[in-house]
């Protein structure tokens, strides 16, 4: 007696197969496996299929510094400045004290047209300022309840341990003196995410109106790569403003917020 | 002259008598009406009045000299209780041109009055006859210094003193010694050290030569102090140079005037002048020519590097077997009279072997009979670089004589250096000998090209696109959390506080908490079947202690009527007053009589008590 006739063995074998394919399939739609594909179309130097699979993972809501800054030097190396930049930033929000993205970011900006004069600053400021983007809004945030952490226990301490207290004021005035710095750079950044948001450049050439329309007229122009303030959006116009009396209308098209991603 | 003014002027004062006495009279004059332009003359100013205040002379502009004060002396004299004063300014004026000048009127103002003199006049002349100032001429070394020639009037002072600058010779080769000699020649006594002022030597290279050379030499009869100052000249290029004039400042001392005098004009002086500071002289030497020769070009070697005088050279080494790339010290030195110093450094040729170094040069420079000499030593490290025998090639040096006007040479014997081999173990126990000989020089990595860096490679971090922490509930809640649990903490810590700090506080507090435990322990011997009396002593002791924990009041030796009453005075209500008092009274009952009473009372009396508290508590007392 025959277990299997061989219109079961077919089908049998069909089904396998297809599971078999669909596995593959599945495998290879991993952001790992997606990411490990780019790096190979990468190395090829075929950057632009590379950014097709750095961007299928950004697609899926996956957020990486690994990703972006691979997207990023995809894009850079595709001849695309302003797609570039903008990978680069996302890849420094998420991990800001990455050595490499900072290099490449900085080699990039070297490659803008536009020279961006930046209001002098003093040391003080210049350190400050490093600390403050050292850190990404939630490393910041949870820094800060630690510190609150620290300076209820020691305020309890406090209140209890009265022959203590002369001892404890000083740390305490220590602990938030720092709790309020690291709320200012809090404060900053989630000002930052909320109002004023980066946005980058990603065509050749843009003129910059002074309102937002075709109508109105021409400000000045920007090139690709050169990096903004976003305030607000009007009817597909960004209004963008870069430092001093450059301030104008973007046509939304042309520019590519750094933040949010999707 | 100053004296014969004092005379006069005391004679005047003599003649005005006492009511002219406060008058100021002044007179001036010079010591001298002719004079030439190398010249001093001393002017002297005398004030005298009956005042011990005598005021400054005031001068017209002297356009045509250049004064120096020289000093003032001073006179006074008390006779018949007036004060008679006398005060002599001197200045030495130094003529800036020539020709026929006048000094003054010098003025003097006292009290509104303005007393001044008669001009003084004196001719300048260009030349004629010489005073102090004379310098006897350039001369060569043979000759003897002459007197020099002055007028009659000045010829006993030319005596006393006189300066003069000679050299050697005045024509001499480039870059041969030439001394010159400065000579001071005094008959006087100085009043202080004289000022040497040497002459300009320009186009020389100078050479000091100390110490002074002092003796006494006899002229035309007259014993002087001579004084030598001598020094090296070495001329730098053929040509004409002159030597500038030497200038010499002194002070004569004239003490020696005061006692030449009769002894009985002693009176007739005046005795301060032996205080004066002495009397300035400038004396200046006329400037010398030297004509200079160039060395001859005849026989001049092709290597010659300018070297003049007489030498001797010696070259030897510090060691003559050596391993390949071990240091040898070649020292060189020259040794002879000349200028030392500019002696230039002898070539040494070497083998291809070999390579030499410079190590420096020292000088001992010698002045023996006021001829420089001296020795200069050159030093050079030879490395060998392989072995073998390195020779070196006799050195030779050339300079010109110009004793004997010949170019001579100099030529030292070959020196023959054995250079083993090094064996390969010491090179690298010891490592290479001379640093700079194996020393790889350090370059900055050049940065030939600037590309982006290459990409991650593994997928290390991953997250969702999510809420961000700012707006996650729960983390605004925890950070919520830390006022109340700071607020809860120092209400905590503040009653612990009170509870051990306030009496009254802390009996308040424990009040309920007491009563409750005492009626707990109350039914607690009603259930183990305790005698009535012990019951109810829990009882009254809950109730008394509760109302005396309140009240922050004793609890022992109060009655039942005192508590009653204290509640009263509290506000409390009759009607729980005289429930308290009904049960405080049954438990006195029962606490000191044998009267019987059914378990079923004893638990309602400690359900009344309880009520009874719960009603104090509702109340504030």
């Known amino acids: 007696m025959k277990v299997f006739n061989r219109r079961d063995l077919c089908a049998l074998l069909l089904t396998c197969g297809m599971a078999y394919f669909l596995s593959i399939a599945a495998a290879e739609d991993t952001p790992q496996s997606l990411f490990a594909r780019g790096n190979y179309l990468y190395e090829q130097g075929n950057y632009q299929e590379a950014i097709g699979r750095y961007e299928e993972i950004i697609r899926r809501g996956i957020l990486s510094a690994d990703v972006y800054y691979n997207a990023g030097n995809a894009y850079f190396k595709n001849g695309q400045l302003g797609k570039a930049i903008v990978n680069y930033e996302r890849a420094l929000l998420l991990a800001p004290r990455d050595k490499d993205t900072k290099k490449n970011l900085e080699i990039a900006q070297n490659k803008i047209v536009d020279k961006v004069k930046l209001p002098s600053t003093i040391l003080l400021q210049r350190l400050l300022t490093d600390i403050h983007h050292a850190f990404t809004l939630d490393e910041t945030l949870r820094f800060l309840s630690i510190l609150v952490v620290i300076l209820t226990v020691l305020i309890a301490l406090a209140f209890y341990m009265i022959y203590a207290r002369r001892a404890l004021i000083p740390v305490i005035a220590f602990v938030a003196a720092i709790a309020v710095a690291v709320s200012i750079s809090c404060g900053i950044k989630i000002y930052n995410r909320e109002n004023a948001q980066e946005a980058v450049v990603i065509v050749p050439k843009v003129t910059v109106h002074s309102g937002p329309g075709e109508q109105y007229s021409v400000q000045f122009a920007v090139h690709e790569g050169t990096t903004f303030r976003a305030v607000k959006s009007l009817h597909g116009w960004l209004e963008m403003y870069i430092s001093g009396d450059l301030r104008g209308w973007v046509k939304q098209e042309a520019v590519e917020m750094v933040w949010p991603v999707m | ?621």
């Open chain 2, 1 to 621: 002259m100053v004296y014969g003014l004092w005379s006069t002027v005391y004679g005047l004062w003599l003649f005005t008598g006492v009511a002219s006495a406060a008058d100021i009279s002044i007179a001036a004059s010079l010591d001298r009406d002719r004079m030439t332009i190398n010249e001093t003359v001393t002017l002297t100013v005398v004030i005298s009045g009956a005042t011990g205040r005598i005021p400054e002379p005031q001068f017209p502009p002297l356009a045509d000299f250049t004064a120096y004060s020289s000093g003032r002396a001073q006179n006074i004299s008390v006779h018949n209780t007036q004060v008679f004063a006398q005060v002599t300014f001197t200045y030495i004026l130094v003529p800036n041109a020539t020709g026929k000048k006048t000094i003054g009127p010098i003025r003097v103002t006292y009290d509104g009055q303005t007393y001044s003199t008669e001009p003084l006049e004196i001719e300048v002349t260009d030349s004629g006859p010489q005073g102090y100032a004379q310098a006897p001429s350039s001369r060569g070394p043979s000759s003897q210094p002459s007197l020099p020639q002055t007028g009659d009037q000045e010829q006993g002072r030319a005596q006393e003193m006189f300066i003069e600058t000679y050299v050697d010779n005045l024509t001499p080769y480039v870059n041969e010694q030439v001394t010159l000699t400065f000579a001071f020649y005094q008959a006087v006594q100085l009043f202080d050290n004289p000022v040497y002022t040497p002459p300009s030597t320009t186009g020389f290279w100078a050479e000091d030569m100390p110490p002074q050379n002092k003796y006494y030499k006899v002229i035309n009869g007259r014993r002087y102090l001579v004084t030598e100052i001598k020094t090296a000249l070495f001329p730098t290029a053929p040509g004409q140079y002159v030597i500038g004039p030497a200038r010499l400042e002194a002070s004569v001392d004239r003490i020696e005037d005061f006692f030449r005098r009769s002894a009985f004009d002693i009176f007739d002086r005046d005795p301060m002048s032996i205080f004066r500071r002495g009397q300035p002289v400038i004396l200046t030497t006329d400037p010398i020519t030297l004509e200079v020769k160039a060395l001859p070009e005849q026989g001049r070697p092709r290597d010659f590097a300018g070297a003049v005088g007489q030498y001797d050279m010696s070259v030897k080494a510090d060691r003559l077997e050596v391993q390949e790339g071990d240091p040898v010290t070649l020292t060189i030195s020259i040794e002879g009279r000349g200028n030392i110093r500019t002696l230039s450094d002898p070539v040494v040729s070497v083998p291809d072997m070999c390579k030499v170094y410079d190590s420096g040069s020292s000088e001992e420079v010698t002045k023996n009979n006021y001829v420089v000499g001296g020795k200069k030593t050159f030093q050079k490290v030879l490395i060998p670089k392989s072995a073998g025998t390195a020779t070196l090639e006799p050195l030779t040096y050339h300079f010109f004589n110009p004793r004997t006007k010949e170019y001579g040479t100099i030529t030292t014997q070959p020196i023959a250096i054995n250079v083993t081999v090094k064996p390969q173990e010491a090179l690298q126990a010891t490592g290479p000998v001379v640093p700079s000989l194996t020393y790889t020089e350090k370059k900055e990595i050049a940065l030939i090209a600037t590309d982006i860096r290459y990409i991650k490679t593994e997928l290390r971090q991953m997250t969702g696109l999510q809420t961000p922490l700012y707006r996650n509930r729960l983390f605004i809640y925890a950070h919520l959390l830390s006022p109340l649990i700071l607020f809860i903490c120092f209400v905590d810590a503040r009653h612990r506080r009170k509870l051990t700090q306030d009496v009254r506080y802390a009996r308040l507090h424990r009040a309920h908490k007491v009563a409750r435990k005492r009626l707990k322990k109350a039914l607690q011997r009603l259930k183990e079947q305790d005698s009535g009396e012990a019951v109810y002593r829990e009882v009254y002791r809950a109730i008394t202690e509760y109302i005396a924990d309140r009240l922050n009041l004793s609890a022992s030796g109060m009655t039942t009527i005192e508590l009653c009453d204290t509640l009263r005075g509290r506000g409390v209500s009759e009607e729980l007053i005289h429930k308290t008092k009904k049960l405080l009274e049954e438990c006195d009952l029962m606490r000191f009589t044998d009267v019987k009473q059914d378990r079923g009372r004893f638990t309602q009396s400690v359900n009344e008590a309880e009520d009874i508290i719960v009603s104090l508590e509702r109340i504030r007392i």
